[in-house]
Structure formats: C-alpha cells, structure tokens
Nanobody
C-alpha cells in the first residue's frame, strides 16, 4: 500500500505565499517523479510543476513564482508558491510515480488534494 498526503493549503491574499508539502509513504522502493497538479471548479486538472532527477518543469502560468523541490530521504516534495494570484485558486494535488515493494512496475498515486484560495 502506498499513500500520498498533501498539506499546507489555506487562504491568502494576492501577493502572499504558501508552501505545500506532499509525503508519500508505505511500501516504497523508490520514486522516480513527483509533481503538483491543480483543478479549479468546472475546469480540467492541469500540471503545475514536476521534478525528476533534479530537473524541474513548470507551467508557463507559474514560472518565476513557484518552486518545486524534493527531499529524497523522506519521499517528500514541496511547492513554494510566491506572488500568488486569484487565478491560482484551486485544489492542488500531488502525484507520485512509485516503484512499490512487491510490485514489478511503476504506478502513479494521487493524494486527496489541498485547497488553496487566493483572495483579491
């Protein structure tokens, strides 16, 4: 069993900052890639940031404002969000690509999401 849990969401004013955390736990051999996605009401889920082997990639809408990083020994990924805008309001989901103990393949696991609300 593998679990992915996000934390750190909340309500902030435009221009403020939040730091999201995501920890994967369970029968994990290794994690190749971890990323952050978000979904606003009535909209499709979109990729925000993703990192593999120390190489981060960002959606154009968050470049220069968000930073993704990993703490490999704890199977944790962070998303530092600065200069937040109202359009950043969404539920943010963590996704981990996991090689699990007892499994031969790579599988993706999603967290339950954490709400980020940016007021104008």
């Amino acid at each position: 069993q593998v679990q992915v849990v996000e934390s750190g969401g909340g309500l902030v004013q435009a221009g403020g900052s939040l730091r999201l955390s995501c920890a994967a736990s369970g029968s994990i051999r290794s994690i190749s890639t971890m990323g952050w996605y978000r979904q606003a009401p009535g909209e499709q889920r979109e990729l925000v940031a993703i990192t593999r082997d120390g190489n981060p990639n960002y959606a154009d809408s968050v470049k220069g404002r968000f930073t993704i990083s990993r703490e490999y020994t704890k199977n944790t990924v962070y998303l530092q969000m600065n200069s937040l805008k109202p359009e950043d309001t969404a539920v943010y989901f963590c996704k981990a690509y996991v090689f699990a103990i007892g499994q031969s393949g790579l599988y993706a696991y999603w967290g339950q999401g954490t709400q980020v609300t940016v007021s104008s």
